[in-house]
């Protein structure tokens, strides 16, 4: 073959022979073999043919076509070059990963990385991953939003220039499917230049456009009632709802002519709002908190019924009539606050002075008040609700904190015994036969079932259904008496209403014995004054 090679063997790439039988890192060991091979190959009849045919191509112009290569490329493999082992002389190499192989983790810039012919370039295929995060929202489907925007049309027919404040309620509840008494608060959050109008291309903006429409209600109402880059509600976010409750809900048309009133009733409702809902007890109800309990249900129920006190759930006007006159027969200077010793009364002096104390310690909740020793309207509404539905989880904890002295979050025989102590002399001062501690540590062991015999635990008493009576042998002579005395009629009557709790019952039987005793002071007095009137109507 009159065919020459002039260059240095040391740097031939010994990959772009690509032999299979010869291993490249040992060619690069040893460049005399590469020379020896490439003499051989050269040597040979069918690589002579091959190469000449090659140069005839490049020097007219053609295509560098070779027969056998991968993928259509122009590599020269050695299924197209003769092989210079024997066949069947060699055993086979192992499978070689392409992810692992050095053929093609090796960067290298060269000549023969970036054009040669004989290089075979595999390129990953690149993966299309869909959206899948939305800072604003899911952008509803073309289907939801076509239905959407033709109900839109339907309500703003006629309204060319938009709905007024009035007009805008049938939008809220048709449209958005929210309470009515949010209507309000929605066109406002429209309407930002408070213009007094709502057009339809401002209610599309906001609603279709700003993914309002895709939204879960609970985040649709967290997103209406919180301040702008808040990342959470608090108490004051939810007196717009409430004054506009208290203006449409036929059952609190009453309260028009008492705007006091009014005014106490929605901070009750907030506050046992915030009571259930806000676990964290920090006063900043956050959307996980808000989509964990039932406020959403109670508010569609609140818009759906006309009768409020079957709304037992937060907006039950005779329970706020309960909470309110409890409080106000304890604040006997009518200075809204109570002391320790108005307290004490609770209840037909119910609890002991032990816990007492602990309560205006302030270690269950700190006090809203800013006076010291004194407990304020909302702090009362904390503590009649705990003391009344010891079965709710803000109840269990409320006096869990007031029992574990020592704040180590167990419940100890001591500190037990520390609190059993003033009822055990109560009652020996009232001729009852006592009950011995050690007694009522083994029928409490016995209520409880604890997972640790020697101490009680949260979980422990969150875990029975028997908790409340727990906490009254405690600290609450009277209910732990009835406890001892249970009446059937009572057991019977929770066994027919298991959907009422201890509040509900409570509550409604406190309503009938204060209407009756607001009956019986009219009917003595022959007249009513503007309070009588207001808690009358009612009943």
């Given at each position: 073959m009159d065919m020459d090679f002039h260059g240095d063997v040391a740097s031939l790439d010994a990959e772009l022979l690509q032999l299979q039988e010869v291993s490249p890192l040992a060619i690069k060991a040893n460049p005399s073999i590469a020379e020896k091979l490439f003499d051989q190959w050269l040597s040979l009849p069918e690589s002579n043919s091959l190469v000449k045919s090659l140069l005839s191509n490049v020097k007219g112009g053609g295509p560098l076509n070779v027969s056998g290569t991968s993928s259509s490329t122009h590599a020269v493999t050695s299924n197209s070059l003769p092989s210079m082992f024997p066949a069947g002389s060699t055993p086979p190499l192992s499978p070689r990963s392409l992810s692992g192989s050095p053929r093609f983790m090796k960067q290298r810039v060269g000549p023969s990385a970036l054009s040669s012919p004989l290089k075979l370039v595999n390129e990953p295929v690149k993966e299309l991953i869909p959206q899948f995060f939305f800072q604003n929202g899911r952008p509803p489907p073309n289907e939801l939003k076509e239905r959407c925007l033709f109900r839109i049309n339907q309500f703003f027919y006629g309204h060319a220039d938009g709905l007024l404040m009035h007009e805008f309620k049938p939008v809220t509840r048709e449209i958005c499917k929210l309470p009515s008494f949010f209507s309000t608060a929605l066109f406002r959050k429209i309407d930002v230049n408070c213009a007094g109008i709502v057009t339809r291309e401002a209610f599309v903006d906001y609603w279709i456009n700003g993914n309002m429409l895709t939204k879960d209600i609970a985040t649709q109402i967290y997103m209406l009632?919180?301040?702008?880059?808040?990342?959470?509600?608090?108490q004051d976010d939810f007196?717009?709802?409430?004054?506009?409750?208290?203006?449409?809900?036929?059952g609190l048309e009453f309260l028009h002519s008492t705007p006091e009133f009014q005014e106490r009733y929605a901070e009750t409702v907030i506050y046992r709002i915030f009571y259930y809902v806000n676990r964290s007890g920090n006063g900043l109800l956050t959307l996980r908190e808000l989509?964990?309990?039932?406020?959403?249900?109670?508010?569609?129920?609140?818009?759906?019924?006309?009768?409020?006190?079957?709304?037992?759930?937060?907006?039950s006007y005779e329970h706020f009539y309960v909470i309110y006159c409890k409080f106000w027969e304890l604040d006997t200077d009518h200075d809204f606050l109570i002391d320790k010793e108005n307290l004490i009364r609770y209840g037909n002096h119910a609890l002991t002075y032990r816990i007492v104390d602990r309560i205006f310690s302030q270690v269950p909740r700190k006090f809203t008040s800013k006076v010291e020793g004194k407990m304020g309207y909302e702090d009362f509404v904390y503590f009649i609700l705990s003391e009344e539905d010891k079965a709710s989880e803000p109840s269990l904890e409320y006096w869990f904190k007031c029992i574990d002295l020592d704040g180590n979050g167990v419940i100890t025989r001591n500190e037990m015994q520390f609190f059993y102590e003033e009822q055990l002399h109560r009652m020996e001062c009232m001729a009852q036969e006592p009950v011995l501690f050690e007694d009522i540590l083994c029928q409490m062991v016995d209520m409880i079932s604890p997972e640790d015999d020697s101490y009680f635990t949260l979980r422990d008493l969150k875990g029975s259904k028997l908790s409340g009576s727990f906490f009254n042998i405690l600290f609450n002579l009277n209910k732990f008496m009835a406890f001892e005395t249970r009446d059937p009629f009572q057991i019977r009557q929770e066994r027919e209403n298991p959907n009422l709790t201890e509040w509900d019952r409570f509550a409604h039987r406190e309503y009938i014995r204060l209407s009756m005793e607001e009956d019986a002071e009219d009917a003595s007095n022959g007249s009513a004054d503007v309070w009588d009137e207001s808690l009358e109507a009612p009943f």
């Open positions: 009632l919180k301040q702008p880059d808040f990342k959470y509600l608090t007196k717009p709802v409430l004054r506009e409750l208290l203006a449409t809900h036929p989509k964990r309990t039932n406020l959403i249900d109670a508010m569609q129920h609140a818009d759906e019924e006309e009768d409020i006190n079957k709304v037992l759930r937060y907006f």
